[in-house]
């Protein structure tokens, strides 16, 4: 493992892209990408991305997309096009550990998904956030900004109050509410 590790660290220092140790960097702010986990994503999808035209083509690519399948009006359960494996074993390995992260963006949504769609969908939906990010973060060179874990609440205020009575009336609790004036 010493040896593998010090092979790849000689080939990202003699490579002829200097912004390889950067986007190594940039990628290790993500909740979930370590360094050989970033490694991995910057030798799968470069560091220039003016090749790929947007953040789906990219996921797409990489069959991290969601698959949707229709016809005759009829919804069938759509696969994800297959991508390079050992990306997509990656990417699924760093949603995992960034679903466990608490306080983040990425572990709410995990927890938010895992409860509707199942676990090995929110896995994928995890890791197609991470790329895109991932995509975001090499065009604009700029590290990864963590929305919290009350980004959902914040879309719909009204939405989340009501979710949250029901689930206080579910509990036996008579609730009343009343909005506040916020200037």
């Known amino acids: 493992m010493a040896r593998t590790t010090t092979e790849i660290q000689r080939q990202l220092h003699e490579s002829p892209d200097p912004f390889l140790p950067q986007a190594i960097d940039l990628f290790q702010t993500i909740p979930g990408v370590g360094a050989r986990v970033a490694e991995t994503l910057v030798s799968a999808i470069g560091t220039d991305m003016t090749h790929v035209p ?7 690519w990489a069959g991290m997309c969601p698959g949707h399948h229709e016809s ?14 050992w990306l997509q074993r990656t990417l699924t390995q760093c949603a ?18 895992r409860g509707r ?3 090995a969908k929110a896995t994928k939906a995890v890791g197609h ?8 973060m090499l065009r604009d060179d700029t590290p990864y900004h963590d929305l919290g874990p009350d980004w959902f609440g914040r879309l719909r205020p009204e939405q989340h ?11 036996s609790y008579s609730v009343s509410i009343t909005a506040t004036d916020t200037a």
């Open 54 to 60: 947007t953040d789906g083509h990219l996921a797409s």
């Open 72 to 85: 005759a009006g009829k919804q069938s359960s759509g696969r994800a096009r297959p991508g390079p494996k």
């Open 96 to 113: 995992k550990a960034a679903g466990r992260s608490k306080g983040t963006y990425l572990g709410a949504l995990y927890a938010r998904l």
């Open 117 to 119: 769609r199942g676990p």
């Open 129 to 136: 956030s991470i790329l895109v990010a991932a995509f975001h």
């Open 161 to 171: 109050a009501r979710r949250l009575v029901h689930q206080l009336q579910a509990l």
